[in-house]
């Protein structure tokens, strides 16, 4: 790998994030007292690695599955914002949930644990747009553009938001794979896995949708200064 | 974006990524040292990587987790009610009854053979059951209804098997035992409408179950008693 290279390198995977709303969780008024007890039961589980935690919760241990729901959560659901948007992001993020829980007795570990529910969870994202588009209903609003009305933002937020609107707007191929690779940070075997296509296909589509993108912020007026400056 | 025609952009993005070949990269490398658009380009499109790669994963909303481990929930709660699960039960069920027939039975199949012909007494199934939206709890109702026509099949046998013997009853006996069935069966019908008021729910299929079960064991009780008039009717045999 050249310098040019070496300088575009990918971010790792997001981190693993334990734990958080085991408490908040058991505050909902959903479903009543049998979830909120639960919850304070399963917020005590929670093993450090991927394979450990599948054992725990084949074995049905209290608060695996809540654990494994921490561990993968944010990317499992910005994967949904960014394929779907946030109006029906979270539909999609509970049944990217239920498929994986249901699922789990049949992953066989040959791949990565988080590369099997990121395939999972694009495909759920996946098939939502289909049955939204067999359905004939509008897109949803794009989730980037109304948060950037929500509330203003500066300095590099705008450039992130405007990136965000940018991506929202290219087709759905090109998204999931530029997102995958370069917002998620995998590798075009990972990709490739979870796509269920060829590595260099998945290349190919990666750099037909970076110069997408970045024609698409040009237009937007988006310039390399405001780039290089993010 | 670049002025210069030389290299598009998705063609740097591979150079930068290093997905060319050797004899690609280096004349890309070549062409870049001395094209100051493709050098500006390359740095653009490292910008774009880079302030991509910091997107932010969004937070999922508070109500996600309690509404996957509500469907799970829900699911699996079908689930244990699910034909999988109450199959080898529905099959005990028939196999009892054939234990019945092979054994208790065979000094009825030995007796008088001028029985009236047998009729099922339940006829309602869960065809009747609301139209029911929801694929899973379709699902769940149809095993349901599979699991209740196992019973109903056994319920049949028995009472075929009961109707060879009536007729050496007195009218008072057969009165009796249509008193009998019908308060069985009324017990059936209850849980029936129970279930069908309550799709997937298992208190109203347990009670079901518990109705055919109360019914069978009461008609094995009564072929195994009722090889002589007026047999069926001592103590022993289960009654309703």
Redesign the interface.
């Known amino acids: 790998?050249?310098n040019?290279?070496a300088?575009?390198s990918?971010?790792p995977p997001?981190k693993p994030m334990l734990g958080a709303?085991a408490q908040?969780?058991a505050q909902?008024p959903?479903?009543g007292l049998?979830?909120k007890a639960?919850?304070a039961a399963e917020a005590k589980v929670q093993p450090d690695n991927d394979a450990a935690l599948v054992d725990a919760i084949r074995r049905g241990d209290a608060g695996s599955?809540?654990a494994l729901?921490h561990r993968f959560?944010?990317?499992?659901?910005?994967l949904a914002?960014r394929i779907v948007g946030?109006v029906d992001?979270?539909e999609v993020?509970?049944e990217a949930?239920?498929r994986i829980?249901?699922g789990l007795t049949k992953f066989r570990g040959d791949a990565a644990l988080a590369t099997w529910i990121y395939r999972l969870a694009v495909n759920a994202a996946l098939s939502h747009r289909s049955r939204r588009a067999a359905a004939a209903q509008p897109e949803a609003p794009d989730a980037v553009d109304a948060q950037a009305g929500a509330e203003p933002v500066r300095g590099?937020a705008v450039?992130?938001v405007r990136?965000?609107r940018a991506?929202a707007r290219l087709p759905v191929g090109y998204r999931t794979v530029?997102v995958l690779h370069?917002?998620e940070?995998l590798e075009h075997e990972e990709v490739a896995q979870i796509l269920g296509c060829h590595v260099g296909t998945s290349?190919?589509q990666?750099?037909?949708a970076?110069?997408r993108?970045?024609?698409m912020?040009?237009a937007d007026g988006i310039t390399?200064a405001a780039?290089?400056n993010? | 974006m670049t002025a210069c025609r030389a290299y598009t952009t998705e063609r740097l993005s591979a150079f930068a990524d290093g997905d060319l070949s050797a004899a690609e990269a280096a004349a890309v490398r070549a062409h870049a040292a001395t094209c100051p658009d493709c050098t500006a380009a390359l740095a653009d499109l490292r910008a774009l990587v880079s302030n991509t790669a910091r997107l932010d994963a969004p937070e999922p909303p508070p109500t996600l987790w309690p509404s996957i481990a509500g469907a799970l929930d829900k699911h699996e709660r079908r689930g244990w009610f699910s034909i999988a699960n109450w199959r080898p039960f529905a099959v005990g069920a028939l196999a009892g009854a054939a234990v019945v027939l092979a054994i208790v039975a065979l000094p009825a199949l030995r007796g008088p053979r001028n029985g009236v012909p047998a009729g099922s007494p339940i006829a309602e199934t869960a065809a009747t059951s609301p139209a029911v939206a929801d694929p899973l709890l379709h699902e769940a109702e149809a095993e349901f209804a599979e699991a209740a026509a196992a019973y109903e099949r056994s319920i049949e046998k028995l009472r075929g098997l009961l109707a060879r013997q009536e007729a050496r009853w007195s009218p008072q006996e057969r009165t009796r035992m249509a008193e009998r069935l019908g308060r069985l069966d009324d017990a059936i019908a209850r849980s029936r409408e129970l279930a069908r008021r309550t799709p997937g729910d298992s208190a109203g299929n347990e009670q079901l179950f518990a109705a055919y079960q109360q019914k069978i064991a009461f008609l094995a009780a009564a072929v195994h008693r009722g090889g002589e008039a007026g047999e069926w009717d001592k103590a022993g045999a289960r009654t309703p």
């Open positions: 790998m050249d040019a290279s300088a575009m990918v971010k997001t709303t908040l969780t909902l959903i479903d049998r979830l639960r919850a599955r809540e729901y959560k944010r990317r499992v659901y910005a914002v946030t992001a979270e993020a509970q949930f239920i829980f249901r590099d450039l992130r990136i965000e991506l530029i370069d917002v940070g290349k190919s990666l750099h037909k970076r110069a993108l970045r024609e912020l040009a390399a780039l290089e993010g």
